[in-house]
Nanobody
């Protein structure tokens, strides 16, 4: 069984930075792409970023390009999301997820999800 546990969320002011972590259990971490998604109240879950198995390729949603950076440490079974220049519109619950096959921006292509961590950005 795979478990994903996010941490690092919080309340910050606009312009600040946060780093989210997602710790994974199970032996298959290094063989799957990983992704971050977010969901704001009343909105659909939105793709934020994804990373290939080795970490050599990364992909970002248009709204976070140039501000967020995804990375992973396969030895620690952890994926990170460095968020810089945060904006109030980044406020959401952030989820990490394990890709079924490779990376895609679609939620249905991810088979395990964490419980989420709240990020709130005040103006």
């Amino acid at each position: 069984q795979v478990q994903l546990v996010e941490s690092g969320g919080g309340l910050v002011q606009a312009g600040a930075s946060l780093r989210l972590s997602c710790a994974a259990s199970g032996q298959t971490f290094s063989t799957r792409a990983m992704g971050w998604f977010r969901q704001a109240p009343g909105k659909e879950r939105e793709f934020v970023a994804a990373i290939s198995t080795s970490g050599g390729a990364t992909y970002y949603g248009d709204s976070v390009k140039g501000r967020f950076t995804i990375s992973r440490d396969n030895a620690k079974r952890t994926v990170y999301l460095q968020m810089n220049s945060l904006k109030p519109e980044d406020t959401a619950v952030y989820y990490c997820a394990r890709g079924r096959y490779g990376w895609t921006p679609n939620t249905y292509d991810y088979d395990y999800w964490g419980q989420g961590t709240q990020v709130t950005v005040s103006s």
